[in-house]
């Protein structure tokens, strides 16, 4: 598993563009996704199977996701490509244009690497999960222990 490190070059455009946020991430975290708000949820939904029509969908900052379940959930032109071909996407919502444009490149650069580091410690934390080396019950408990802003 590759370790999400931040984009070596942060502030080497004067300006960054929400295409080339995409690409930098694209190109160190090929199984990372930004999609759409609402993919994210649904994303969510589907991996905690939450069901209803007005249920609270936590955690839906950023999410690691199975990537045969992310196929259920969006289409490649909704991922904008086609899916990774890693077991599991590390999926976050894609920022507004204005927001990643609106001051300094370190901004953006910063949330998103952050992002990307919380999904793939969720994503670590899962696999474990799923192979049974660790208990899911325990793993909630130390992050109740560490505190929810602390872990977030």
Known sequence: MAAVAPDPRPGSAS??????????????????R??????VRR????????????????H?????????LLAKV??????????????WTLVLPRPEAREVEAGPPERPLRATWR?????SLDRALLIDVDAGRLDLTRALG?????????FD
């Open 15 to 32: 300006k960054l563009t929400l295409l080339e946020l995409e690409r930098r991430v694209q190109a160190r975290v090929p199984e990372a």
């Open 34 to 39: 930004l999609i759409d708000d609402h993919l």
């Open 43 to 58: 994303a969510v939904r589907m991996k905690r199977k939450i069901t209803g029509l007005r249920a609270f969908v936590p």
């Open 60 to 68: 839906t900052h950023c999410v690691a996701i199975p990537t045969e």
């Open 74 to 87: 969006a289409t490649a032109d909704e991922l904008g490509g086609p899916l990774p071909e890693a077991p």
């Open 115 to 119: 992002l990307l580091f919380h999904a």
């Open 142 to 150: 130390l992050v109740d222990r560490l505190g929810k802003v602390a």
